[in-house]
């Protein structure tokens, strides 16, 4: 029953397939509980849409109120986020889902009322797509990949370009999928979800335009532009840093090849889910976006991918920083085959929160402008391969290095030298500016929302207390307390099992990354202690 008008008795039979929908009468049984309910909720939207209130207050009557104007204030109400419309059904039951469907068209906002991505007005009216959802379908034989079209048509086999990824790829089979149902079609056209079979290298995310051409011509254009708020691609899938890590071995030598293509398969659907190798360990590390994440990935290649594969210890992400300036000069001299390379390169690090490094800023001085303006691309991109590498392993416990900016004093180098001594020496250099750089930890910390009981609320306060929690927040939703709390993610480690045993099993609680701030000495050499085993003088 819908209480936005009085065509709202709704009857479903045949297990919900026959929808019929009439007027309530007078006569009906819930006539006065439909009416009451009406009113409430003109009354209550009219303290939210202008419109509706002075139709209300000129009239002096609620009861008469049509239910278009009703329609239309609970639109700009859910389009205002000033209240949400909420719809009763069974989808199991398949009872309401057509006014389910209908509330949509109604209520929320159409693809028109949106603001659509900037990249879209270079494509259009060529083929532009996105790809958000990649499945391993081993009964249909291999990927299939979601798409979203926003420009042009996408015809079965036809040829694409990844423009994510930098590489053509021919699509094969077009599907319209109903449910865990597909049905194959020879096109469609933009604004329509699709499956396609073929694309063996795009990952979720990825931004499918109709040829390399069309991509060098966008990217040409935004060049000459010097428009550097618009990109080329979509906006994807933003997925935040990992904060928890282990490792992941194979039961055998034999399971390692299976392990290697479903940890290959599990990336190419999560993108929240990192693998790497551990260089001095050789070992295959997973980062994730928490112990349930990884948890869960653990099951999948069991179940799935039948290899049982083990987790190790898991272990927080930190990162680590510069807290003051520091400067070093390198000079590379080696004979490699016939051939010296030599590189003189002098670098330095600024404290910087909240940024990213992208490339080396140029310091300029009196005596270095020359050498800086005569600095090639291809050397400036070699020093930043090599600072990229370097900043992916910090002095204390190799954790990525953040929030510094890397500049560039001096360049000089031998010809015949190849870009790859260049990047060798820019990455040495940095590691000895970070070494005295004075390098500290970051640890994560999370915004932490519990809702409790009133009886358990100082017993978990005292609990997060102890794990160094500082509180944001106290309030009431109905009869629980909401406790806003921010911790840091080292102290949360199994917080679910503890939540449950200090309450009883009746709270619950769910948590987000914050930020990143820095440890003190006591904390930093804890946890240095904690990871290597070694506390250190």
């Not at 919900?16 to 909720?41: F, I, K, N, S």
């Not at 987790?311 to 085959?337: F, N, S, W």
């Not at 303006?373 to 992916?392: E, F, K, P, T, W």
């Amino acid at each position: 029953m819908s209480s936005n008008d009085n065509n709202g008795d709704v009857l479903h039979s045949d297990r919900g397939r026959q929808y019929l929908q009439r007027a309530l009468t007078p006569e009906d049984e819930v006539w006065d509980a439909a009416q009451l309910a009406r009113c409430e909720l003109i009354d209550t939207l009219a303290d939210l849409d202008t419109p509706l209130a002075e139709y209300v207050l000129e009239r002096e009557c609620m009861e008469d109120v049509p239910a278009p104007l009703m329609k239309e204030a609970i639109r700009r109400a859910t389009l205002n986020q000033d209240a949400v419309a909420v719809v009763v059904g069974s989808s199991y039951k398949n009872v309401g889902v057509q006014p389910l469907m209908n509330a949509v068209v109604d209520y929320l906002p159409s693809p028109q009322d949106c603001t659509q991505p900037a990249a879209l007005s270079l494509y259009a009216p060529s083929l532009c797509a996105l790809a958000f959802k990649i499945v391993h379908d081993r009964q249909r034989g291999g990927v299939l990949t979601y798409l979203r079209v926003y420009s042009g048509r996408l015809d079965k086999g036809q040829r694409v370009y990844n423009l994510s990824g930098g590489r053509s790829e021919r699509l094969g089979q077009v599907l319209i999928a109903y449910a865990d149902h597909y049905k194959e079609v020879a096109s469609v056209a933009a604004g329509n979800i699709v499956v396609v079979t073929g694309l063996q290298a795009t990952s979720t995310g990825d931004t499918l335009v109709a040829s390399h051409s069309v991509a060098s011509a966008v990217q040409k254009r935004l060049a000459e532009a010097g428009d550097e708020d618009v990109t080329p691609t979509l906006l994807g899938v933003q997925v935040p840093d990992p904060v928890f890590f282990c490792s992941v071995e194979a039961p055998s030598a034999s399971h390692q090849k299976a392990l290697d293509e479903a940890l290959a398969q599990l990336q190419r659907e999560d993108p929240s889910l990192h693998v790497t190798q551990d260089e001095e360990t050789g070992q295959t590390v997973l980062s994730g976006m928490g112990e349930l994440h990884l948890e869960i990935i653990r099951d999948r290649i069991v179940k799935e991918y039948k290899v049982e594969a083990e987790l190790g210890p898991l272990q927080v992400a930190y990162r680590e920083t510069c807290t003051k300036v520091a400067t070093h000069t390198l000079e590379l001299d080696k004979m490699i085959g016939d051939r010296r390379q030599q590189v003189t390169i002098t670098l330095s690090v600024f404290p910087s929160p909240d940024s990213k490094f992208k490339s080396v800023s140029y310091e300029y001085s009196q005596d270095n402008q020359e050498n800086l303006r005569a600095l090639r691309r291809y050397h400036l991109s070699a020093i930043n391969r090599g600072v990229s590498a370097a900043l992916r392993s910090g002095p204390v416990l190799s954790c990525p290095v953040v929030d510094l900016r890397v500049g560039l004093h001096w360049f000089m180098v031998r010809p015949g030298t190849s870009e790859t001594m260049v990047a060798a020496a820019a990455a040495q250099c940095l590691q000895k500016v970070l070494g005295e750089g004075g390098c500290q930890l970051m640890e994560p910390v999370m915004v932490v929302e519990v809702v409790v009981e009133e009886a358990h609320t100082s017993t978990l306060l005292s609990d997060l207390s102890r794990r160094r929690a500082n509180v944001l927040h106290l309030s009431h939703r109905q009869d629980m307390r909401v406790l806003t709390v921010e911790c840091p993610l080292a102290e949360l480690m199994g917080y679910s099992t503890a939540i449950r045993t200090l309450t009883s099993g009746t709270a619950s609680f769910s948590m987000e990354l914050s930020h990143y701030r820095l440890v003190n000495a006591f904390q930093q050499a804890t946890i240095i202690e904690d990871v290597t085993g070694f506390r250190p003088s």
